[in-house]
């Protein structure tokens, strides 16, 4: 089966190309960072997309739960790491429907 590889000369200008087996996700992407934030001399190699959430996080200098599958990109200094609270979400409740339906329509979906 032939592996179809796709070249442009610049990104951020619309659709990239037409998607290659939409229904079909894959761990392999591209990573890009540049700017002052960024350290150009790191590598980016073994990077997965486990990885992208911390690197947000510690780009943002927002602690990374210690829970949280992945690591900081070496690109960026690492934040630090700290248990995040578990959620504890507050009973599900039944809603008026008339209410709903008003300020669905209020927003104008209705």
Same mark, same amino acid.
């Given at each position: 089966?032939g592996?179809?590889?796709? %070249?442009? &000369?610049?990104?951020g200008? $619309?659709?990239f !190309? #037409?998607?290659? =087996? ?6 392999? $992407? @591209?990573?890009a960072?540049? !700017?002052?934030?960024?350290? =150009?001399? &790191?590598?980016?190699? $073994?990077?997965? %997309?486990?990885? %992208?959430?911390?690197?947000i996080?510690?780009?943002?200098? @927002?602690? @990374?739960?210690?829970?949280?599958? !992945?690591?900081p990109?070496?690109?960026? #200094? =690492? ?10 979400? =507050?009973? %599900?409740t ?5 209410? @709903? #339906? ?5 927003? !104008?979906?209705?």
């Amino acid at each position: 089966m032939g592996r179809a590889v796709a %070249i442009a &000369a610049s990104l951020g200008n $619309g659709q990239f !190309g #037409e998607p290659m =087996e939409s229904w079909n996700h894959k761990r392999t $992407g @591209v990573v890009a960072a540049a !700017g002052p934030a960024f350290d =150009e001399a &790191a590598t980016l190699a $073994g990077a997965t %997309i486990f990885d %992208i959430a911390p690197t947000i996080c510690s780009l943002f200098d @927002v602690p @990374v739960d210690a829970a949280m599958d !992945g690591d900081p990109l070496p690109v960026v #200094e =690492e934040s630090t790491q700290q248990p995040y609270p578990a959620y504890d979400p =507050e009973p %599900i409740t039944a809603t008026d429907d008339r209410a @709903v #339906e008003d300020r669905l329509s209020d927003l !104008g979906y209705l």
